[in-house]
């Protein structure tokens, strides 16, 4: 009896300190916390920006309607949506490492004449400039509006300005296919159709090479217009058409889409290609479209 009051004793002190050495931790963070927060240096904090424009070897001009964002110059550009975001939350609140007391002229941190120049506004209205100059070590030299106060800022906040527009544009994608997953095949050329299936005289295994393999390429026309189709193909009398069934993959649901394919290039190193329901025309390796269209 005398043993088992001494191991309840014992795991009631061991309880004990447990719980206390887990409320000295939580302490411990709480005030690193807090301290680090009372060290930050807020150098601009906005509310949700609507419009950003700078140069990074091109004029890039963005805004934002409807909780999406369009590239001024052209809104029928497909624009990535995560890229835009990205910058947006880089500059909707921007911390320094440090700020300089009693620093150089403004030339001797690459400001007067800086590497960037960023021109934000909010929902509010408000409009904010922001100057990045040369590089501090791992960090870089800002200032903003007025050039009355000089900081240091991480390096991640050019991450998101070195993209060029064709790296933001958003493309189509295509499936994974093979014979896994195909259900059926149509090919429409000339008016004629031919059916590939797995139980068909027109088995899956030959196209489903060419389709396995097949991408989309560089995007050759962005919005293309119906006055245009032609030009790439894609009329009606001239196109091919390759209606594809399948399951997906991720989702294990049957879904259907549509292929045209066009004209190929001057140098017949590639055939233009789109979506049925896209504006997008692109390039795609010749050698892969003609396994889709004459399939072993």
Same mark, same amino acid.
Do not use: H, W
């Given at each position: 009896?005398?043993?088992?009051? @001494?191991?309840?004793? $014992?795991?009631?002190?061991?309880?004990?300190?447990?719980?206390?050495?887990?409320?000295?931790?939580? /302490?411990?963070k709480h005030q690193s916390a807090k301290k680090d927060s009372e060290n930050t240096i807020i150098v601009k904090k906005l509310s949700s920006l @609507?419009?950003?424009?700078?140069?990074n070897g091109e004029d890039l001009s963005f805004v934002k309607e409807n909780g999406t964002w369009y590239y001024t110059k052209n809104k029928d550009y497909p624009i990535t949506q995560s890229y835009l975001k990205e910058l947006a939350a880089q500059?909707?609140?921007?911390?320094?490492? !440090?700020? $300089?007391?009693?620093?150089?002229?403004? #030339?001797? /941190?690459?400001?007067?004449?800086? #590497?960037?120049?960023?021109?934000?506004?909010?929902?509010?209205?408000?409009?904010?400039?922001?100057?990045?100059?040369n590089a501090a070590g791992e960090n870089y030299y800002l200032t903003l509006d007025n050039k009355s106060k000089i900081y240091t800022? #991480?390096? %991640?906040?050019?991450?998101?300005?070195?993209?060029?527009?064709d790296d933001m544009i958003e493309t189509d994608t295509f499936p994974s296919l093979s014979t896994g997953n195909l259900k059926k095949v149509i090919v429409t050329k000339s008016g004629k159709k031919?059916?590939?299936t797995s139980?068909?005289?027109?088995?899956?295994?030959?196209i489903a090479g060419g389709l396995g393999v097949f991408t989309f390429g560089d995007?050759?026309?962005?919005?293309?217009?119906? @006055?245009?189709?032609?030009?790439?193909?894609?009329?009606?009398?001239? !196109?091919?058409?390759?209606?594809?069934?399948?399951?997906?993959?991720?989702?294990?649901?049957?879904? %259907?889409?549509?292929?045209?394919?066009?004209?190929t290039d001057k140098d017949k190193k590639n055939y233009y290609v789109k979506l049925k329901d896209s504006k997008m025309v692109y390039f795609s390796d010749?050698?892969?479209?003609?396994?889709?269209? %004459?399939?072993e």
């Open positions: 009896m005398k043993q088992r009051k @001494t191991l309840i004793l $014992l795991i009631l002190i061991f309880t004990g300190l447990l719980t206390f050495y887990t409320g000295i931790r939580i /302490y411990q @609507t419009s950003i424009s700078y140069n500059f909707q609140k921007v911390e320094a490492v !440090r700020e $300089l007391k009693d620093g150089d002229s403004l #030339s001797d /941190y690459g400001l007067e004449q800086p #590497s960037y120049t960023l021109k934000v506004k909010d929902k509010k209205g408000i409009e904010t400039t922001y100057y990045i100059g800022v #991480s390096s %991640n906040i050019l991450s998101s300005l070195s993209y060029s527009l031919t059916t590939y139980k068909s005289k027109k088995g899956l295994d030959g995007c050759q026309n962005y919005s293309v217009k119906s @006055t245009e189709l032609a030009k790439y193909g894609f009329d009606t009398d001239s !196109r091919i058409t390759v209606e594809i069934s399948y399951k997906d993959t991720d989702t294990n649901k049957k879904k %259907n889409l549509t292929l045209y394919i066009g004209k010749a050698d892969v479209v003609k396994n889709i269209l %004459n399939p």
